[in-house]
């Protein structure tokens, strides 16, 4: 498949709800060009993503008294993706999104040995994840985009030609919908999700601290010193990981908890209610002041809660805004980290054969001012 032209595509109307447009994005340094996509419903939600790392650039949503605002952190421009690989904003992560231990695994009596880039383990994917690919792009006729990624055999040590393909659909419903399908020619693993960081305030207006979390989760895998599951599904029951109920963000983060403290705040994954393939409620985030609402669904299992503990005010982003500890948060779909070195986690693994197929969907509403 050849990139998209830009020069045949303006913009299409593909049903009365979407707009899709497309649009340049730059070049990364080998020269290869890079696009964005725009797509926008009937009720002002719009977002943006480019062909560079699968990346959601911005998602613009109303709040309850219907005053738009960019809600996830990112760059004006490809040079801030390409100078700042690190926090992975808004990125699709692969081949394996989060860690893997001691930077290796073992899949058939083969022992697959990793690039440490994490202390002594992987994280997301290695040294060049698909965060970092231009991926090759399409508009689809029902107004959606579809990227597509070819790993190699081999690339980043992953076994196996893996052909990836990511769609996003924005409905009038206000759901921007993300599928993952991928196949391999040999027996592989993989671990795929989104890295968005949400400020429901807007990206860039501080820390999410206020804002209501909850969770669809009575356990979760507790990690040791590397972040790498202990293996235990821990119960939430009377711990600051309970977020059965809503609860604002910073109303336990510094509590006296050992596994706080190895997350620097709240950097786990938790074990979401249901089993199986079926899409449902993962988590509900709401900010009070502005009334955004996000919901994610999801067919994984797991989904970590990240508070963006790394960000310490050194990256300013979108308007040169200032991205200050626990500027975003992200709700990352996923596979329990580290299963390929877990029998007893739910299985990463792919074969010649099997299509892997995932879905994730960030639901957008506003809510009702409440009494004081
Ligand atoms: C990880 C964090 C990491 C962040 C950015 C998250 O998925 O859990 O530990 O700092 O990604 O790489």
Request: with cysteine; proline share 5%; net charge positive.
């Amino acid at each position: 498949m050849k990139a998209l032209s830009i020069t045949l595509l303006g913009v299409i109307t593909l049903s009365a709800a979407t707009k899709l447009t497309v649009a340049d994005f730059g070049k990364i340094p080998s020269g290869d060009p890079v696009h964005i996509y725009t797509l926008r419903n009937q009720h002002g939600l719009e977002a943006r993503i480019t062909t560079y790392g699968g990346t959601i650039v911005s998602l613009k949503a109303p709040d309850r008294n219907g005053v738009t605002a960019d809600i996830v952190l990112g760059f004006d421009s490809l040079a801030g993706y390409l100078d700042n690989p690190s926090p992975y904003f808004g990125a699709i992560v692969g081949r394996y999104a989060n860690r893997i231990g001691h930077a290796q695994f073992k899949l058939s009596g083969v022992v697959h040995k990793l690039a440490a880039n994490n202390g002594e383990n992987t994280l997301h994917g290695g040294l060049h994840g698909f965060n970092q690919a231009v991926w090759t792009s399409r508009p689809l006729p029902d107004g959606g985009v579809e990227l597509s990624y070819l790993s190699k055999d081999g690339e980043e040590n992953f076994p196996g030609n893996l052909r990836v393909t990511v769609t996003y659909h924005l409905s009038d419903s206000n759901q921007l919908q993300i599928d993952y399908v991928a196949t391999t020619d040999k027996v592989t693993v993989l671990n795929l999700t989104n890295h968005s960081y949400f400020n429901l305030k807007g990206a860039g207006e501080g820390d999410i601290l206020g804002h209501l979390v909850t969770l669809n989760a009575e356990r979760y895998t507790p990690v040791d010193a590397g972040l790498i599951p202990t293996g235990e599904l821990r119960d939430v029951n009377g711990t600051p990981f309970d977020f059965r109920k809503a609860t604002p963000i910073g109303a336990r983060i510094e509590a006296n908890d050992q596994q706080l403290k190895l997350g620097k705040g709240y950097d786990h994954n938790w074990v979401l209610k249901g089993s199986g393939k079926t899409l449902r409620l993962a988590a509900r985030v709401e900010e009070p002041a502005s009334g955004r609402v996000l919901e994610v669904l999801t067919t994984e299992p797991g989904v970590q809660f990240y508070t963006g503990n790394f960000l310490d005010g050194s990256i300013h982003g979108k308007g040169r805004k200032v991205y200050v500890l626990r500027a975003g948060f992200c709700l990352e779909t996923q596979h329990f980290p580290d299963s390929p070195n877990k029998p007893a986690f739910p299985s990463t693994v792919l074969r010649p054969g099997q299509q892997f197929h995932s879905t994730t969907v960030f639901r957008f509403a506003t809510s009702v001012r409440s009494k004081k």
